[in-house]
C-alpha cells in the first residue's frame, strides 16, 4: 500500500524534484534507494568539480537540502543556494548548522529528534542505572579476577521502591550513647536487607516506629564501608531540556518513582512536572541531571562550576546530548575531588578524545557517542526523512521541526 501510494504521489507531481545531499566525503549516504524514485538527488562528492562551484553551476534553483550526519552547514555555504526553504538534517543535533543564517532566512529546519528519542531515552535511563548501580564497576571487578580475593563488590542503589516503610537510625560511631533523640539522625535510605545482621537494638522515638515498617539501625563507618550512596527510587531528577528525548526519559524514571523537574527554553503548558526557568535552581532541586538538550551559544557549558558545585558531592551527570553542555575539564576535578556523585557520558566535548582521567572511576560510565543508534532508529529516521520531503513539496505539515531559539 505504501508503494503504491509513493507512486500515485510522484505521477501526480510530475518530475521529481531536487534534493540537494549536503555530506562529508567520509560520510556515507544510505537513502539513495529510498530517495531516488521520488527525488532528483544532487551530491557534490560524486562530482570532481570543487563544491563552491558544483553548488553555483547546479544548485542555484534547490529547495530542500539534506545535511548528513554532523556535516558543517555554514553560512557560506548557505549563501551558495539562494533557493533554499528546508533543511532536514539526519541527527538530532543542529549545533553543526547555522541556525542563526537559517532562522534570518526563513528557511525551515527539521531534525532527527523524534525518530531517536526513544532510544536515546533509553540509553539515558541505562547510563543512570549503571551509574547508581556500578554494573560496569562490577564487570571490570569480575574480569580483573577480584571477586575470590576480595570477597563482595561494594553494594550498589535501589532502583525502586518496594511497599515497605523503612525508617534509619544513623549515628556516627559504633560506640555512641544513642539513649538520647538528639544522638542520631534518620536518613532516607533504602539499604538491602543484609544489613540487618549488622543492626543494633535500640529503644527508639514512637513517632518513628509508627511511621516505619522496617526499622534499620546502622553507623555511618559501617555505611561508607559498605560504598552505600542512596536510591534512585524517589530521587529528584532534573531533565534538562523536554523535548522529544527529555519527554521520553521522563516516562521511564516515573516508572522506578523518580520525582521529575525540568528545564527548557519555555514551560510547557500541559506537562505536570515542576519548571525551573534556569539550570542552576534545577540543579539545586534535583538528585541528578539528565541533559536531553541541544547545543547552542546559549547551552554551550549550562552545566558549569556552579551547577556542579549545586548538585553537591551526591548528584549524578548523564548526558546524551552533545559534550559542549558540559564544562568537560571542571567536571574531570569535580569527579577526581569526589565533589560530584557520578556520571554517565555519552558525548564528549572533543570526540573522539575522552579524558584518560576518567577510565579508571568507578562512578563513570563511559560510551562512544553511541545512544540514538539502534537498527529500528536508523530505519526510522530514513522514512523521517522521506516523509519530510515529500510533505514539503505537497505543500503538507512538516514532522519534527525544530524550533529555533
Keep these: 500500500m505504501a508503494v503504491e501510494a509513493n507512486q500515485e504521489w510522484l505521477k501526480s507531481n510530475g518530475d521529481p524534484h531536487l534534493v540537494l545531499v549536503h555530506r562529508l566525503p567520509s560520510f556515507s549516504f544510505q537513502l539513495n534507494d529510498i530517495l531516488q524514485p521520488h527525488f532528483r538527488l544532487l551530491d557534490p562528492v560524486d562530482s570532481p568539480e570543487p563544491a563552491c562551484s558544483f553548488l553555483s553551476n547546479h544548485a542555484q534553483s534547490v529547495r530542500a537540502l539534506i545535511c548528513v550526519a554532523n556535516t558543517p552547514l555554514t553560512a557560506e555555504t548557505l549563501n551558495l543556494l539562494p533557493s533554499l526553504e528546508l533543511v532536514v538534517a539526519s541527527s538530532a543535533g543542529v549545533d553543526h548548522i547555522d541556525t542563526r543564517e537559517c532562522r534570518r532566512r526563513g528557511i525551515i529546519m527539521t531534525n532527527a529528534s523524534t525518530a531517536f528519542a526513544e532510544d536515546a531515552a533509553d540509553y539515558a535511563v541505562t547510563l543512570l542505572i549503571d551509574v547508581w548501580r556500578r554494573i560496569s564497576a562490577a564487570d ?69 516506629l509508627v511511621h516505619s515498617d522496617i526499622l534499620l539501625v546502622i553507623s555511618l563507618s559501617l555505611l561508607a564501608s559498605f560504598g552505600l550512596h542512596g536510591c534512585l527510587g524517589g530521587k529528584r531528577v532534573g531533565i534538562v531540556g523536554l523535548g522529544s528525548i527529555g519527554s521520553e526519559v521522563s516516562k521511564r524514571l516515573e516508572a522506578f518513582g523518580c520525582s521529575i523537574a525540568y528545564s527548557s527554553r519555555k514551560e510547557k503548558p500541559r506537562v505536570p512536572y515542576p519548571y525551573y526557568t534556569n539550570v542552576l535552581e534545577l540543579a539545586a532541586h534535583s538528585d541528578a541531571l539528565v541533559l536531553c538538550c541541544s547545543l547552542s551559544e546559549h547551552t554551550r557549558h549550562i552545566i558549569n562550576k556552579d551547577v556542579m558545585t549545586a548538585l553537591g558531592k551526591t548528584g549524578v551527570i548523564i548526558n546524551v546530548g552533545r559534550g559542549g553542555l558540559v564544562d568537560e575539564k571542571e567536571l574531570v576535578q569535580f569527579l577526581l575531588r569526589g565533589d560530584i556523585g557520578g556520571a554517565g557520558l555519552d558525548v564528549f566535548e572533543n570526540e573522539p578524545d575522552v579524558p584518560r582521567e576518567l577510565f579508571e572511576l568507578d562512578n563513570v560510565v563511559l560510551s562512544p557517542h553511541h545512544a540514538i543508534f539502534t537498527s529500528e532508529s536508523v530505519e526510522a529516521v530514513h522514512q523521517l526523512i522521506f516523509t519530510n520531503l515529500k510533505a514539503f513539496f505537497s505543500n503538507k505539515p512538516l514532522q519534527s521541526v525544530y524550533q529555533f531559539e
Design 140 to 208: 571490570r571487578f569480575i574480569h580483573a579476577g577480584l571477586w575470590p580475593v576480595k570477597g563482595g563488590y561494594p553494594l550498589g542503589s535501589k532502583l525502586n521502591r518496594s511497599g515497605h516503610r523503612y525508617g534509619f537510625v544513623v549515628f556516627r560511631r559504633h560506640s555512641m550513647s544513642i539513649t538520647s533523640s538528639s544522638a542520631y539522625k534518620i536518613y532516607g535510605l533504602i539499604l538491602p536487607r543484609c544489613i540487618l545482621r549488622n543492626s543494633y537494638g535500640v529503644r527508639l522515638a514512637p513517632r518513628l
